[in-house]
């Protein structure tokens, strides 16, 4: 086999995997096995499913190594229980699930490419409340470990009121509170969203430096008279034009000398690194009518345009991670 169809081939067959672990969070399969293990029979009476289907899939997560099998038993590894547990603090499983979500989207890429808008997406077996749940905790599982640290390198902060516009699950805004005891915070998000920040709010400890405010930055004014907005993981779903009227909106709910922090994918000019910012423009391109992923000079343009001086890079990551400031004179 020539070389260059082996690379081809080995690059194009990473569905399979992807969707064996993806099913078996969708189907809450990790959740219900037993440290002393379960048959088929019994994973299939719990879930409801197929003893054919049950078993097949199993058998394909042991042969990855994600399950093992003793006999007609099967039993989620102890190391990977903390990450593949829904109900504990490290877990993956939304992230897993939210994946497939995509998944479904990005196998209609051709479609879309020849269309230019996404094509019709069914729902999980979850169905569509558990797919948004899903996507708001998945957001949790990628922030949570280096909210913290970036949080530090953003050091001197220097806020009394910030406010976290779409919010999520308020993993941001929490990291922001530990780095600046004094401060308190406004979150800023759809219902869904801000009950479920609410609900990690109380468990971190921080519910009373923290006002939850109910609305759609689509449609509504932010909450003002705050002295530092953190827009993260935004600007991504929007078109510029929305983009700078979302800064508008931000421009307006700061105070003279308030600054603006944007975190999200910078694009390098050619728009083909990183490739992460490359990837997730197609990701884009399948899930929203106008999303993309932009270079430090659109974002500069835009931020100036809604009335920001200095926007920079502060930090530069190749992922998600890096983060833009400009300010309110």
């Known amino acids: 086999m020539l070389p260059e169809k082996k690379w081809v081939l080995e690059l194009t067959d990473g ?15 990790f959740e219900v096995i037993p440290e002393a293990g379960i048959t088929a029979e019994g994973l299939a009476s719990q879930l409801s499913c197929s003893l054919r289907g049950v078993r097949i899939l199993c058998d394909a997560l042991t042969a990855l190594s994600i399950l093992e099998k003793q006999g007609d038993r099967y039993y989620l590894p102890a190391k990977l229980r903390p990450v593949l ?12 699930r939210h994946r497939m979500a995509m998944m479904r989207g990005w196998a209609q890429l051709a479609w879309t490419v020849k269309a230019g808008f996404p094509a019709p997406r069914t729902s999980s077996i979850r169905g569509p409340d558990g797919d948004l749940a899903s996507f708001v905790l998945a957001m949790n599982v990628v922030s949570r470990d280096v909210a913290d640290d970036i ?14 516009v779409g919010a999520g699950p308020g993993t941001w805004a929490f990291a922001f509170l530990r780095a600046v005891p004094e401060a308190t915070a406004v979150l800023f998000d759809l219902p869904h969203a801000i009950a479920l920040a609410r609900r990690k709010a109380e468990e971190a400890g921080l519910a009373d430096r923290i006002e939850f405010v109910v609305g759609d930055f689509y449609v509504d004014e932010l909450p003002q008279d705050v002295d530092f907005a ?8 929007n078109s510029r034009e929305q983009n700078r009227q979302l800064f508008q909106k931000v421009f307006r709910a700061l105070r003279p000398g308030g600054q603006i922090a944007v975190r999200d994918i910078v694009l390098e000019p050619d728009r083909t690194a990183p490739l992460e910012g490359a990837l997730f423009a197609v990701n884009m ?3 929203t009518p106008s999303g ?7 974002f500069r343009e835009d931020l100036l345009a809604a009335g920001f001086s200095e926007p920079h890079l502060r930090i530069r990551a190749e992922n998600m991670n890096s983060i833009i ?3 309110r004179r």
């Open 292 to 298: 993309n992923t932009y270079t430090l000079d659109e």
């Open 230 to 237: 953190w827009v993260s993981a935004i600007t991504h779903q």
């Open 85 to 96: 547990r829904e109900t504990e603090p490290d877990t993956a499983i939304p992230m897993l």
């Open 285 to 287: 391109l399948v899930s």
């Open 15 to 29: 569905f399979r995997v992807a969707a064996i672990v993806g099913a078996a969070a969708e189907l809450g399969l």
């Open 325 to 327: 400031l400009a300010h």
């Open 151 to 164: 949080v530090r390198q953003l050091q001197p902060l220097q806020f009394r009121r910030m406010l976290d």
